[in-house]
């Protein structure tokens, strides 16, 4: 069985791994990196709890060999969160009591900044799609939705002021 | 155990590496295949992957749609001239994993899984396989029946733009979205003056792989497309499904059902 290194460039810094054969993207981050905010659900791609961006795209980390990505681009929910204070994505579900054991908060978050990088303005439709591969067994569905719309108005907000 | 991950970066040097490594599974989104491998398995040691061997993109030409094998979901769903296809998309499974699964690999997912392979059956579309020397074009109905053969890899899906209008699609899940099949239709149907002059039908989760409905067909051609012919012809389609039970819907359930949808596919009502 062969290791072999893996270059990513993780939240912004160049990382490099060496790794065993069929090591998940979520257990690079998560054990070799040290990035836990990435869940381990169900290593099916079913819950969605691991869900991160990469190169641009919500992937499920459970379902990418490492191996198979090296040089690619990953933020996680790390990348979002400020020096100080909350990411607006963050401050929405926080102040919309949108979480509530909080497993599937970061997949749902990462979902969620994966559909406003590409849709600023979405209709309630669209959030419901957008969070449609996360799953809350809280079962929170009502309060995440709105978080999302809540999110975007935020970010949207946040845009005009800095315009003006 | 895994012992080996390979990621060629062309065509040939995916072949060289199938031929070199012993018990190879190939993986292009990881969708179906990595839940196999979290949950542990002694079926392959190796996997051999599609991700940078230049087979992605889509190009649409003389009324064609040429699809490249490792082509996400996602992306086909950002081709302007496919967007008929977009509702049918849109009901597999999430975004996340539409980022990441492909063209190719929807074919050979396990049903009521696959919807996609469902539509290329009823657009008419042939898949291009390579074992390495040589290729061979099988229609896509053929080939999720019969699967690949070792060392084979599919290299391309293509397929006749369907005329406007023409292209109907309906799935049945347990939930709006994010769901497996009960029953998948889809179907590009011909009508002239009123009388249906060609129509093909694909359906999923209602036999071991996607299906043509060519008894339905058979029966729909000629006839007026109106409700009554429609539901009649659609009562045939006993003749082409071999329905299962699964923890979504009994065999008994997909079968009452099938001529339901097809109906409601076919003519919205």
């Keep these: 069985m062969k290791h072999s290194v893996v270059a990513l460039t993780i939240n912004g810094a160049e990382r490099q791994m060496l790794v065993a054969p069929g090591t998940t993207l979520l257990d690079a981050l998560r054990e070799s990196q040290g990035l836990t905010g990435t869940r381990r659900g169900c290593d099916q791609g079913a819950c969605g709890a691991c869900t991160v961006i990469v190169d641009g795209k919500t992937m499920m980390a459970c379902l990418l060999p490492v191996e198979t990505i090296d040089g690619a681009t990953i933020d996680t929910i790390e990348s979002l969160t400020p020096m100080d204070g909350l990411h607006p994505i963050q401050e ?15 997949g749902m978050i990462m979902a969620t900044a994966g559909l406003l ?18 799953i809350c067994r809280c079962t929170g569905y009502e309060a995440i939705i709105d978080a999302v719309l809540d999110a975007a108005a935020r970010m949207r907000a946040a845009k005009r002021d800095k315009a003006a | 155990m895994l012992q080996t991950v390979a990621t060629p970066g062309s ?9 070199k490594l012993g018990s190879a599974c190939l993986i292009a989104g990881g969708t179906a295949v990595m839940p196999t491998l979290n949950g542990g398995t002694d079926e392959f040691t190796s996997l051999v992957s599609l991700r940078a061997a230049g087979l992605s993109g889509v190009s649409i030409k003389d009324g064609s749609a040429l699809i490249g094998a490792a082509t996400t979901l996602s992306d086909l769903a950002d081709v302007p001239a496919l967007g008929f296809l977009v509702p049918a998309l849109e009901t597999i499974a999430s975004p996340t994993i539409r980022n990441m699964a492909t063209v190719g690999g929807n074919l050979f997912v396990k049903q009521p899984y696959g919807d996609l392979a469902a539509c290329l059956i009823a657009l008419g579309a ?51 979205m994010n769901a497996a099949a009960i029953v998948t239709v889809a179907a590009v ?8 002059t060609q129509c093909r039908i694909g359906l999923g989760g209602v036999a071991e792989c996607a299906v043509r409905a060519r008894s339905v067909e058979e029966a729909l051609t000629g006839k007026a497309f109106d409700r009554v012919h429609v539901t009649e012809a659609a009562q045939q389609a006993e003749r082409d499904i071999e329905p299962f039970d699964d923890s979504y819907a009994s065999a008994w359930y997909r079968a009452r059902v099938t001529p339901v949808h097809i109906r409601r596919a076919l003519i919205g009502e």
């Design chain 1, 92 to 106: 929405a579900f926080l102040e919309g009591f949108a979480t509530q054991c909080g497993f599937c908060t970061s």
């Design chain 1, 117 to 134: 990088a590409k849709n600023p303005d979405p209709s309630r439709e669209d959030a419901v799609r957008a969070i449609s591969g996360n």
């Design chain 2, 11 to 19: 065509l040939p040097e995916t072949h060289a590496m199938l031929a």
């Design chain 2, 126 to 176: 042939t898949a291009t396989v390579s074992d390495g020397t040589n290729t061979r074009i099988d229609p896509v109905e053929k080939l999720v029946a019969s699967r690949l053969g070792a060392g084979e890899i599919v290299t391309q899906v293509s397929f006749a733009l369907p005329a406007e209008g023409s292209f109907k699609f309906t799935k049945a899940g347990r939930k709006a």
């Design chain 2, 189 to 196: 149907v011909t009508a002239t003056d009123g009388t249906v």
